[in-house]
């Protein structure tokens, strides 16, 4: 057909509980980023998938989700939201996450990064990436993803939620081609404060 590398959803275990907007069948609510999400196979399997790709001169692509993870809320009678951190298990306390808040400015910068995607039905927690705990887990998972598959790119979600300095030293960790999900009208203010390595390695 003429391509030579393929690009999968996310990877790792997604919540497993039926949602307001059903299930996690796409890869992007992740609850455990160090654990694959067993409905796409194993790790034998993708294993199997990169050496397969590799035998024929292709490329693997992974998306990966740094923004957010996600727990099922819950709403008591009087309206308010909780949720149990516990049932994320990279990140099982309040304290790796911003404070609740559903972004209601796509135009300012802070409440992009500071708030939620999402709604009340299902916010997506917003990874509180000034949190070095946070920080370190995050470039020590991408670090080892990218090395234990032999992975050769990522393609990052929802990349224009995350604080701009953030990025370096995550790039860094995983060493390959990199490229970065931006709607397109935040694209140019977004981009022009951002370097993406170019290219693949093998």
């Known amino acids: 057909m003429g391509f030579d590398a393929i690009w999968i959803s996310p990877v790792v275990e997604n919540v497993e509980e039926t949602t307001a907007y059903g299930e996690a069948y796409h890869g992007y609510w992740g609850q455990n980023i160090?654990?694959?999400?067993?409905?796409?196979?194993?790790p034998e399997d993708l294993k199997e998938l990169s050496?397969?790709?590799?035998?024929r001169g292709m490329y693997l692509m992974l998306d990966v989700v740094v923004n957010h993870m996600v727990t099922?809320?819950?709403?008591?009678?009087?309206?308010?939201?909780?949720?149990?951190?516990?049932t994320i298990t990279s990140f099982p306390a309040e304290s790796a996450f911003h404070q609740f808040c559903l972004i209601s400015d796509y135009n300012n910068q802070t409440?992009?990064?500071?708030?939620?995607?999402?709604?009340?039905?299902l916010p997506l927690a917003d990874l509180d990436t000034e949190n070095e705990s946070v920080v370190q887990t995050l470039n020590?998972?991408?670090?080892?993803?990218?090395?234990?598959y032999n992975v050769n790119g990522i393609r990052i979600?929802?990349?224009?939620?995350?604080?701009?300095?953030f990025w370096?030293?995550?790039?860094?960790?995983?060493?390959?081609?990199?490229?970065?999900?931006?709607?397109?009208?935040?694209?140019?203010?977004?981009?022009?404060s951002r370097e993406f390595p170019i290219g693949l390695e093998r």
Not at 34 to 42: D, E, K, Q, R
Not at 51 to 55: E, F, I, S
Request: glycine fraction near 4%; include cysteine.
């Open 72 to 86: 099922v809320p819950k709403h008591d009678p009087s309206g308010a939201v909780t949720f149990d951190y516990t």
């Open 111 to 121: 409440d992009v990064e500071q708030c939620w995607l999402g709604d009340e039905k």
């Open 34 to 42: 160090h654990n694959l999400n067993s409905h796409f196979g194993t």
């Open 140 to 148: 020590g998972w991408v670090k080892d993803l990218v090395q234990f």
């Open 51 to 55: 050496t397969a790709l590799h035998a």
């Open 157 to 165: 979600d929802t990349a224009k939620h995350v604080r701009k300095d």
């Open 168 to 192: 370096p030293d995550f790039l860094k960790s995983a060493r390959v081609f990199s490229m970065a999900e931006v709607r397109q009208s935040f694209s140019h203010s977004f981009l022009s």
